[in-house]
């Protein structure tokens, strides 16, 4: 059984860092797609960030929102079954509750695209953890 376990959210000034961390059990790290997503309040949950396994090896793929770009970086712990959100210059607009996802293999492999919504049921969740930015 997949489950998935946030930690790091918080209370942060705009301009500043967090690292969310996600950590799993029941699934194999590397052989899965994992993504952030994020939900404010009265908004659509939405991609973030994402990682997907590598095809017929090589590096992994990633994929990032726009607005989040050269600001945050997902990473994978294998050995831990743990991935990461480090997000940094962080902007009041992140304000959000963000969730953990593996994608369930049955939907294939791709990333979420940042123009398509999110399919919830493609993915198994974590609770969430809430990400404040605000002086």
């Known amino acids: 059984q997949v489950q998935l376990v946030e930690s790091g959210g918080g209370l942060v000034q705009p301009g500043g860092s967090l690292r969310l961390s996600c950590e799993g059990s029941?699934?194999?790290?590397?052989?899965?797609?994992i993504a952030w997503f994020r939900q404010a309040p009265d908004n659509q949950r939405e991609a973030v960030a994402c990682?997907?396994?590598?095809?017929?090896?090589?590096?992994?793929?990633?994929f990032y929102r726009e607005s989040v770009q050269g600001r945050f970086t997902i990473s994978t712990d294998n050995a831990k079954t743990t991935f990461y959100l480090q997000m940094n210059n962080l902007k009041p607009e992140d304000s959000a509750v963000y969730f953990c996802?593996?994608?369930?293999?049955?939907?294939?492999?791709?990333?979420?695209?940042?123009?398509?919504?999110?399919?919830?049921?493609?993915?198994?969740w974590g609770r969430g953890t809430q990400v404040t930015v605000s002086s």
């Open positions: 029941g699934f194999t790290l590397d052989l899965s797609t």
């Open positions: 990682i997907k396994p590598a095809d017929g090896g090589g590096e992994r793929a990633t």
């Open positions: 996802a593996r994608k369930n293999k049955r939907f294939g492999s791709a990333c979420p695209t940042e123009s398509s919504a999110v399919r919830e049921k493609f993915y198994q």
